[in-house]
């Protein structure tokens, strides 16, 4: 796992390692990484043009003593200073080293730089850029030089990921001790390029992390032992489709049918249950008589491990029913799409002893909980994590970093996916491949974590096969199809 802290934590672990260590060895080693990193990607350190963008607190600090370390290896170094104050030890080791501030307009400097290392701000960054930084910030952003971030790119909120204005668009974020959660989420993810962890020795003084990202080799799907057979790998049973939506059946469907299930139930009413026969004859099917919603419906259908309800159910009396009785069960419930509509206006169904996940886009999940789209996309870490108090629930929140939070738990930040999976119908995959993962017995939480990162593999490999194809369009159909690479590529 990647592990992210709070900016608070970081702080009071930095202070407790900063108190038996002399003084400003800290700031010594975060330096000597930043330097290290850039020495690597320059073609060459001596002669290298280095522009450093340096703000008043230690973030600039830790620039300008990287800038003295590459300037004694022969780096043309010079200094934008953002604001009255800087770091002045810092700044006097780079001049001793041979740095010198920017003549003329820092636009020049930056624009001629074959490397710009950003220390406007780090942890200490708050709202909005102010100028001058936020001019700064977008002449890096624009320049032709590599941009290497100190920390976090400055502008984004090394906390949340939010972005209040102007931003700097790092090629690489040399971030210290731990990463921070605005590092792994967006949209301040999509600022930082290529993220790498330097150790400053805070190792012991952390504790639990708020945020972590799988790695490959933390994604553990149920595997088939020799004594598997369909039942005991588990049966998910989907509850999905109406007369309105046929195709949301059919990719649900999809999803569980290649998400490793012993077997799959379907029921809805007969269109949609005649077209997953037709696209699934593996799948088990019962078709619901219209105005027969109840419990005994449930009976009818047969015994699964697990329940996903909602992809194109509608949000009528009827789903209504069908949700009820669903979640009266003291099976694992995944709610998604019609069926979150329907839940907005009878969250009391939640209140139930067995797990539920539900997985909400924003707008889904602005109707849950009654937050404005906007501000659950600026700050999704802080309403993922409400929603999953407030709803009793393993809250998934789908989007551009896919989230997915359990009250009392470190939120998941899914690493996979790709804006290419914006289209219709993908989010109906991936509720019936989380629902499968349910069945085949993992908790909540790993169900929807291992569910999204397959989900978003499936989309990468639809989208470029191999490393060196350029991306195409997918549909969600795709996703279904390229499943079972995904599970396939897993270490
Ligand atoms: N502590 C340690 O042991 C270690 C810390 N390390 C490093 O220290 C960094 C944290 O340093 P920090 O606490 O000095 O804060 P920092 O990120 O430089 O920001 C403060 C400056 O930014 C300014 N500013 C704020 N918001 C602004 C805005 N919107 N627009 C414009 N300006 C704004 C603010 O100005 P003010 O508001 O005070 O006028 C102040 O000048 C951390 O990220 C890491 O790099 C490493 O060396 C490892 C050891
Ligand atoms: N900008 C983006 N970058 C990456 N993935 C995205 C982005 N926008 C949406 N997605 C993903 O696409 C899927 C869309 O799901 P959803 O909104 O439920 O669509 P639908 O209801 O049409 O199936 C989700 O998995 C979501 O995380
Ligand atoms: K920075």
Redesign the pocket.
């Given at each position: 796992m990647r592990y992210a802290h709070e900016v608070g934590k970081v702080r009071a672990a930095e202070r407790a390692l900063m108190a038996r260590l002399p003084e400003g060895a800290l700031m010594q080693r975060a330096a000597a990484g930043l330097a290290s990193v850039c020495a690597r990607v320059l073609p060459a350190v001596y002669g290298a043009r280095v522009v450093l963008l340096v703000g008043g607190g230690d973030n600039g600090g830790d620039a300008l003593y990287a800038g003295a370390r590459l300037a004694r290896r022969g780096a043309r170094v010079h200094v934008v200073q953002a604001g009255s104050k800087i770091h002045e030890a810092g700044f006097a080791a780079l001049r001793a080293a041979g740095g010198r501030p920017a003549a003329g307009d820092p636009a020049d400097a930056i624009a001629g730089a074959d490397l710009i290392v950003d220390g406007l701000t780090g942890i200490g960054g708050t709202g909005a850029l102010r100028e001058p930084h936020a001019r700064l910030a977008a002449l890096a952003s624009e320049a032709p030089g590599l941009v290497i971030a100190c920390d976090v790119p400055s502008g984004v909120d090394a906390g949340t990921g939010e972005v209040a204005g102007e931003a700097v668009h790092a090629d690489i974020t040399v971030t210290f001790g731990t990463h921070k959660p605005g590092l792994l989420i967006?949209p301040g993810a999509s600022h930082c390029g290529v993220v790498e962890l330097v150790d400053i020795g805070l190792g012991d003084d952390l504790p639990d992390p708020d945020v972590v990202a799988a790695r490959p080799a933390d994604v553990r799907p149920p595997e088939p032992g020799p004594e598997s057979d369909k039942y005991r790998r588990g049966v998910v049973g989907v509850l999905a489709g109406g007369d309105a939506y046929t195709g949301?059946a059919v990719?649900s469907t999809g999803g569980a049918v290649h998400g490793g299930a012993g077997m799959v139930r379907f029921a809805s009413v007969a269109h949609p249950v005649e077209l997953v026969r037709q696209h699934w004859p593996e799948v088990v099917t019962t078709v619901i008589e219209p105005g027969a919603h109840d419990a005994k419906v449930l009976e009818r259908v047969g015994r699964v491990q697990a329940w996903v309800a909602g992809?194109g159910l509608g949000t009528g009396d009827a789903a209504e029913s069908l949700l009820e009785a669903v979640l009266s069960t003291d099976l694992p419930v995944l709610v998604?799409?019609d069926g979150l509509t329907v839940l907005a206006r009878r969250r009391d169904l939640l209140l139930r002893p067995a797990p539920t996940v539900l997985?909400p886009?924003a707008g889904?999940l602005s109707r849950l909980i009654g937050a404005p789209r906007e501000d659950i996309e600026a700050r999704r870490l802080e309403h993922v994590r409400r929603a999953a108090a407030e709803l009793s629930a393993t809250v998934l929140l789908?989007?551009?970093?896919?989230l997915i939070a359990e009250q009392d738990r470190p939120v998941r930040v899914?690493p996979t996916?790709?804006?290419?999976?914006?289209?219709?119908?993908?989010?109906?995959?991936?509720s019936g491949l989380i629902g499968a993962l349910l069945a085949g017995g993992l908790p909540a939480l790993d169900a929807a974590a291992a569910g999204?990162y397959l989900?978003?593999l499936a989309?990468r490999l639809a989208s470029a096969p191999h490393p060196d194809a350029a991306e195409a369009p997918i549909s969600?159909q795709d996703v279904v199809t390229a499943l079972p690479e995904a599970f396939r590529s897993l270490p």
């Open positions: 967006d949301a990719l992809p998604d799409a997985t886009h889904e789908k989007g551009s970093t896919t899914n996916g790709t804006p290419r999976l914006a289209t219709a119908g993908t989010g109906d995959v991936l999204a989900h978003g989309a969600a």
